[in-house]
């Protein structure tokens, strides 16, 4: 089987909805009015929906690259599993009265599993690179909400009027200074766009067993 997701055109595929994804962040810290000050909102949804995202593609993704399971069955357990992480979705779109959110997770979703189908790879890569995709993300979340937290960050075209304009509920660090989860998205869709760019069999984690030739 020819392994597409070990072919430059596989990675790009594998990269390019992260790649969106970081570019859309970017364009909202830098100059916010593009899109609408809203936006500085939806994007700080979007990020407490990447947390629901890494968690449920850790589990699918075990089940995508098993070998025993048949298309048909990755698709049901990837349609199973995400409508259930779909209801947490759900509440975020009734509290903030839209259906963006819905949409939003299927994206973040699509965005993890889409290689899988469209960059395939054998059964021992496949486990390897969700394996390290899944490690790298929790990391690059744990870590980069840290550090965006807590370290000095320009605010670029978030300024107080653009503030009061998003109305962003409740309070914290990511209400009083958005611009912090903005540069938070960006740097963490860029670290996993990196990472689909970069990975090839034999780079990152290594799952036990023997290696099919």
């Not at 990269?15 to 809203?38: C, H, K, M, N, R």
Request: hydrophobic share 55%.
């Amino acid at each position: 089987m020819a392994r597409s997701g070990d072919h430059p055109v596989g990675r790009m595929v594998a990269a390019l909805p992260d790649i969106v994804s970081a570019a859309t962040f970017l364009l909202v810290w830098i100059a916010p009015l593009t899109l609408g000050a809203e936006w500085v909102k939806n994007l700080m949804v979007t990020m407490l929906l990447e947390f629901l995202t890494v968690h449920s593609s850790g589990i699918i993704g075990t089940t995508v690259s098993d070998p025993k399971a048949t298309r048909l069955r990755k698709t049901r357990v990837v349609l199973g599993f995400g409508t259930f992480y779909l209801l947490f979705a759900g509440a975020f779109s009734l509290a903030f009265d839209a259906w963006w959110p819905i949409l939003v997770f299927c994206w973040l979703l699509l965005s993890k599993l889409a290689v899988v189908w469209l960059a395939p790879m054998p059964t021992h890569d496949e486990q390897s690179r969700q394996a390290t995709f899944t490690m790298i993300a929790v990391v690059g979340y744990v870590i980069g909400a840290i550090v965006t937290a807590t370290m000095p960050l320009p605010q670029f075209g978030i300024d107080e009027a653009v503030r009061t304009a998003a109305a962003i509920p409740g309070s914290g660090v990511w209400v009083d200074e958005p611009h912090r989860v903005i540069a938070f998205g960006v740097a963490y869709f860029a670290l996993q766009a990196w990472a689909k760019w970069r990975w090839k069999p034999g780079w990152g984690v290594q799952v036990a067993g023997q290696r099919q030739s």
